[in-house]
C-alpha cells in the first residue's frame, strides 16, 4: 500500500506537541473497528480510527479546522476498503 500523506491547512497543537503532517501507511483493521465501538458520538469514532491509523491520539483529528476533517475523510477513504 502507497504511502497517504495529509497536510493540513495549518498545523495542529495538541498537548504541547505540534503536527504539519499525518501519515497513514496501513489499511482499517479489527483493531480499529473495535476503537470506533468505543464511542457513541460518529465524529468522535471517526476521529478515533483516523487517529489510529496515523499513529496519534484521536484528539489529534478533532483539533483539525472543519474543512480539513472532511478533506482528511476524503483522502482517507480508500483506507477503509477491501484490498
Known sequence: M?????T???P???RGKTYSE????????IADLQTYS???DPKKRACAVLGSLAG??????E??????????ER?????????
Open 8 to 10: 493540513p491547512s495549518a
Open 63 to 72: 483539533a483539525l479546522s472543519d474543512a480539513d476533517f472532511v478533506r482528511l
Open 75 to 83: 483522502e482517507t477513504r480508500h483506507l477503509f476498503a477491501a484490498e
Open 56 to 61: 496519534v491520539s484521536g484528539s489529534v483529528v
Open 22 to 29: 499525518l501519515t497513514f501507511s496501513r489499511h482499517a483493521g
Open 12 to 14: 495542529i497543537k495538541v
Open 2 to 6: 502507497a504511502t497517504t500523506v495529509f
Open 38 to 40: 468505543r464511542y457513541r
